[in-house]
């Protein structure tokens, strides 16, 4: 119903910067909320940031002043703008996203498949 595909992912030293982005598509009528997760080996999926249509971005504490969201609306596009990464950001990058379908209007969550990003020197 509705594909996820990130990009952006790679190695960077620390204290570098990576770019994520996220392209939505399918049959979307509207899009919700948007968001990011991130995952290590052996550790349960965590919550990076969220953008909602209309609301304010919500940060985890770990990365409040470092990561920004941002969407392109346009586009079913978002973003994760991430500065001052240190090693503990490695992990696999998750696109999420709750979307309203255009075939019936019913609510369609979806993930991407995820991008990895590696902070070491």
């Known amino acids: 119903q509705v594909q996820l595909v990130e990009s952006g992912g790679g190695l960077v030293q620390p204290g570098g910067s990576l770019r994520l982005s996220c392209a939505a598509s399918g049959r979307i009528f509207s899009i919700n909320s948007m968001a990011w997760y991130r995952q290590v080996p052996g550790k349960e999926r965590e919550f990076v940031a969220r953008?909602?249509?209309?609301?304010?971005?919500n940060y985890a504490d770990s990365v409040k002043g470092r990561f920004t969201i941002s969407r392109d609306n346009a586009k079913n596009m978002v973003y994760l703008q991430m500065n001052s990464l240190n090693a503990e950001d490695t992990a696999l990058y998750y696109c999420?996203?709750?979307?309203?379908?255009?075939?019936?209007?019913?609510?369609?969550?979806?993930w991407g498949q995820g991008t990895q990003v590696t902070v070491s020197s």
């Open positions: 953008l909602t249509t209309g609301g304010r971005p």
């Open positions: 999420y996203s709750d979307v309203t379908l255009s075939t019936d209007g019913s609510t369609y969550y979806t």
